[in-house]
């Protein structure tokens, strides 16, 4: 069962949504438009929106229980994080170095993924760009997180081969992260809720049909 018969009062939540900044890149270019159609993430452009509606939000972190989940990123050291960075972005260890440094672990920027994703356009290294965007699509809708600005360089390894990205289970594997950020809403200190608000919304108009 996913609702308490018991509902606790709960701070006003800020809502850390980031569908707005998938469009900060704006569709795919022409050039790699199949290659990320290829990965069946290309609805993700455009079916994120950003909900004012908290009540209906909060209502469902109320009556959330915490036992139901947990989820946990593959740990990951800063030589392997690197080594992702150089060989499936194309930048240098010490572009790389930097950014997990700036970031204060293993992840990276979306503004930064913006800059790679240009840099790589120029460059002509369509691969390589395609990766950048998918994973900037993937840090602003399923693995959003309460940074508001970084995304986990651990999605990077699904994409090494994006002809096999569709095999990925990406929507269960999206469900649970936006499991985990509940299970941190429901705590009575929490302020925040992250995660893909667009699938919390269409899982809470479900179970109030």
């Known amino acids: 069962m996913f609702f308490s018969t018991s509902i606790q009062e709960h701070p006003e939540l800020k809502l850390s949504s980031h569908g707005r900044k998938v469009h900060n890149l704006g569709r795919p270019i022409p050039t790699i438009k199949d290659m990320v159609a290829g990965t069946g993430l290309s609805a993700l452009i455009a079916c994120s929106i950003d909900t004012d509606d908290q009540g209906l939000i909060s209502s469902?972190?109320?009556?959330?229980?915490?036992?139901?989940?947990?989820?946990?990123?593959?740990?990951?050291?800063?030589?392997?994080?690197?080594?992702?960075?150089?060989?499936?972005?194309?930048?240098?260890?010490?572009?790389?170095?930097?950014?997990?440094?700036?970031?204060?672990?293993?992840?990276?920027?979306?503004?930064?993924?913006?800059?790679?994703?240009?840099?790589?356009?120029?460059?002509?290294?369509?691969?390589?760009?395609?990766?950048?965007?998918v994973l900037h699509l993937l840090g602003c809708t399923l693995f959003a997180n309460k940074s508001a600005t970084h995304v986990h360089v651990v999605h990077l390894q699904a994409l090494r081969d994006l002809t096999l990205a569709r095999q990925y289970a990406w929507g269960a594997i999206g469900l649970i992260h936006m499991y985990d950020q509940l299970n941190d809403a429901s705590l009575s200190t929490s302020r925040q809720l992250a995660g893909y608000i667009t699938l919390l919304q269409v899982i809470n108009m479900y179970f109030i049909i």
């Open 60 to 133: 469902f972190v109320e009556r959330w229980h915490r036992e139901t989940s947990s989820f946990h990123f593959q740990p990951l050291h800063t030589n392997e994080v690197v080594l992702l960075l150089v060989e499936l972005l194309m930048v240098s260890a010490e572009v790389a170095m930097a950014e997990i440094g700036q970031c204060g672990g293993p992840y990276v920027c979306l503004q930064w993924l913006r800059d790679v994703y240009h840099h790589r356009c120029q460059t002509q290294h369509w691969i390589a760009t395609a990766r950048a965007y």
